[in-house]
DNA sequence: CCCTGCGCTTTTTTT
DNA sequence: AAGCGCAGGG
């Protein structure tokens, strides 16, 4: 079975009991050795289903799971299959078993990011301490934070002591509310609850735990807390954990990520085995000693060393470019030069060629270059096709069908398109909905004897709420695509799109949109064992969304790669294009201030480490930033590749430097205003952190 | 209640 | 540059 395997590869597949930890630097078959060993345990007689291998995305797990079953050949359809997916696709099914002990119901639904979003700013609003204020992005982090470490929002308010912290625990107390109330979870919830089950309930504890005998965890170093100790419970009983990571790509360490998981695994599991992975089978010599050059100025790392298998190599390039249009016209030409057939080199096609960037707004000048060029491309992450306003919309619209508990989605649809409800009378609803302590939706029916809702008004609500529960009715009857076609006219959105955006290619392409979610939930019939609502909702919201809309699979697998070092994690290509390589990009300027350096180098070492054979490192000079002009300093990174190290230390200092300028400089453009309001307002503010809410 | 337009803020990565 | 909130006219 195990061929091909050099000597520490197969160290480690052969290994089938007990703890085992590989040290698999990048390149050197990591995933290989994964599917090999699911095999190799089948092979020794092991059930296939009672084999569990976690993966951090959709994607991976997908491709572990046809690996694997190219590796096993054609098994008789009676035998279920390794259970190989997600830490979150894991835990929902978890708490699909078992939630109700917990006083959640079992129809949840999943908030995503975009959910997040909108109730970490409702959860902000009136709430501030003196001048301070968060974002709620920022507030965002700091509940995944304290959910990492299972700390409820009472407890956050209790151990909150500086401003801000208080400010975001008092956000958090409504945010968890909100969550509730309307039946939802979002991603942290699902991991917390999942650990709070297995704490109060042993009984589930020991019964999840006795559904596999090997537990096997790809890039284990993303671990976070809440992860680690679901995996602890896991795999107490038989101790058939198999972790599998790299130190030097940690790079979730802000979602949580411990890579102390990783270095102190061995300390957890005192039998466990250690096999490290050092020969890189992936890069040209000339690609990986730029990136050990790179890596070994990290303090905080295992030792190692990783052998290039394949010697040689187009030397990789360093360019520089004007401004961030240069950037993308000459990136893209010198793409299309790649692609244009020649005698003296191997055939390439878009497939082969990867653009890697920092943040997610610099992919929109390479695609209106690519775009320009006709070269096709996938972008990965970045706006999705389930962050699009139409879709969101209608998504919302399924939400309130499917679980008219769903606040947030209700609100977003009650008026949408405008149909005469008004904020005035959908505050008093919300207020009649807090004082009965019931959800909104329960209220929607009383508009009509509402004192302070106008009659036209209420009459429309109700006509509303009966649309919704015409549509709630047809659940289970017929095809949830045709539902949501009958339900697009019946709000008549498409005149909607057509009175909102003016050009016609707009129009089209959010028509598009509709159509493709239309297709999608046809395509989730199909494919879904047992079809319901509920069950697409989650899985929209569960699958990250590139591989859901696989509707041109032919397309993407001729497609150029347009995608943040975040997603290109366990990603090759024969050609990488690393872009923005610039201080305040990469590294970003808030790891700069907030001393989180190693980690970017981490993320340019990943990125680094994902060429095959060519590399082409580009930074620019200048770049626009809100509209202006900007001068950048190309990255401290650069130099330390190149071996420079002095030169690094003078950029870190002079990008330290203009950084803390900037931030100065913002502070004090806040501070004016202070002082006039101050004069202005009647009252003084407390000097206490007390929070202010207004009635 | 709806729409438009003005001014103000925006600064990372993702399941 | 772009998205959001808010004020003011229909």
Not at 166 to 195: C, N, P
Not at 657 to 673: C, I, S, V
Request: glycine share 6%; with cysteine.
């Amino acid at each position: 079975m195990a061929t091909g395997l050099n000597a520490e590869q197969h160290s480690a597949v052969k290994t089938l009991n007990g703890p085992l930890l590989v040290l698999a630097g990048a390149g050197t078959g990591k995933t290989r050795v994964i599917t090999f060993r699911i095999a190799e345990l089948i092979q020794s007689g092991i059930t296939p289903s009672r084999i569990l291998a976690l993966t951090f995305t959709n994607k991976a797990a997908k491709e572990m799971r046809e690996r694997a079953m190219k590796l096993l050949g054609k098994r008789p359809r009676n035998i279920l299959p390794p259970e190989i997916s997600t830490f979150h696709s894991l835990c929902v099914r978890i708490l699909r078993r078992h939630i109700t002990r917990l006083g959640y119901p079992k129809e949840f639904v999943i908030y995503d990011r975009g959910d997040q979003e909108a109730l970490a700013r409702n959860a902000l609003r009136d709430i501030r301490v003196g001048q301070e204020k968060l974002r709620p992005s920022d507030l965002i982090n700091k509940i995944s934070g304290w959910k990492t470490l299972s700390v409820s929002p009472s407890k956050a308010v209790d151990v909150s002591t500086d401003d801000k912290d208080q400010l975001a625990a008092a956000a958090y107390v409504r945010y968890q509310a909100a969550l509730k109330s309307s039946g939802a979870l979002d991603f942290d919830d699902l991991l917390m609850l999942t650990e709070e089950l297995f704490e109060k309930f042993p009984e589930v504890r020991f019964a999840e735990s006795s559904r596999h005998d090997h537990v096997l965890i790809d890039e284990y170093q993303d671990t976070n807390g809440l992860q680690y100790r679901i995996v602890k419970h896991l795999a107490q009983a038989h101790g058939n954990l198999c972790v599998v990571g790299d130190d030097d790509q940690s790079i979730y360490g802000w979602r949580g990520a411990e890579v102390t998981h990783i270095l102190n695994f061995a300390r957890h599991w005192p039998k466990a085995k250690v096999v490290r992975l050092q020969q890189n089978y992936r890069s040209k010599a000339a690609i990986l000693e730029l990136a050990n050059t790179l890596i070994v100025n990290n303090k905080s790392r295992h030792d190692k060393q990783l052998f290039a298998e394949r010697e040689g190599g187009a030397a990789p390039r360093f360019i520089r470019f004007d401004d961030e249009t240069k950037e993308a016209e000459e990136v893209v030409r010198d793409v299309r030069d790649q692609l244009t057939p020649s005698s003296d080199r191997p055939r390439v096609v878009p497939s082969d060629i990867a653009i890697l960037f920092r943040t997610n707004e610099q992919p929109r000048v390479f695609e209106l270059e690519l775009r320009r060029a006709k070269i096709p491309y996938v972008i990965v992450g970045g706006l999705s096709f389930f962050d699009r306003k139409e879709v969101r919309d209608i998504m919302a619209y399924l939400r309130v069908i499917a679980n008219p508990k769903d606040e947030l989605s209700l609100l977003r649809v009650l008026n949408t398109p405008p149909r005469g409800i008004g904020t005035g009378s959908i505050e008093t609803l919300l207020e009649h909905a807090v004082e009965k302590g019931v959800p909104l939706w329960t209220v929607l029916g009383a508009s009509l004897t509402h004192p302070d809702i106008g009659h036209h008004t209420g009459e429309r609500i109700v006509q509303f709420q009966n649309l919704m529960l015409s549509f709630q009715s047809q659940l289970g009857k017929g095809s949830l695509a045709d539902l949501a076609k009958e339900l697009l006219s019946s709000v008549n959105y498409k005149a909607e799109l057509e009175r909102t955006y003016k050009t016609a290619t707009e129009i089209e392409s959010r028509t598009a949109s509709l159509e493709e979610l239309v297709n999608s939930l046809a395509q989730y019939e199909q494919q879904a064992e047992n079809p319901s609502l509920l069950g697409f909702l989650e899985e929209a919201s569960l699958t990250s969304k590139d591989d859901y809309k696989d509707e041109d699979e032919n397309k993407k697998k001729n497609a150029l790669t347009l995608m943040t070092l975040h997603s290109a994690k366990g990603l090759e290509f024969p050609h990488v294009y690393l872009v923005g390589v610039e201080e305040g990009i990469m590294p970003h300027r808030r790891s700069l201030l907030e001393g989180t350096v190693e980690e970017e180098r981490r993320l340019c070492y990943v990125g680094v480490t994902r060429a095959q054979d060519h590399l082409t490192i580009s930074f620019c000079k200048e770049r626009m930033k809100w509209g202006k002009a900007r001068a950048c300093i190309p990255s401290r990174f650069i130099m330390e590749m190149r071996g420079d190290n002095e030169k690094a230390e003078r950029v870190a200092q002079a990008a330290l430097e203009q950084f803390t300028k900037e931030k100065h400089e913002e502070e004090e453009r806040k501070a004016p205003k202070k002082v006039s309001k101050k004069a202005s307002s009647k009252a003084k503010k407390p000097a206490s952190p007390a929070v202010k809410k207004k009635a």
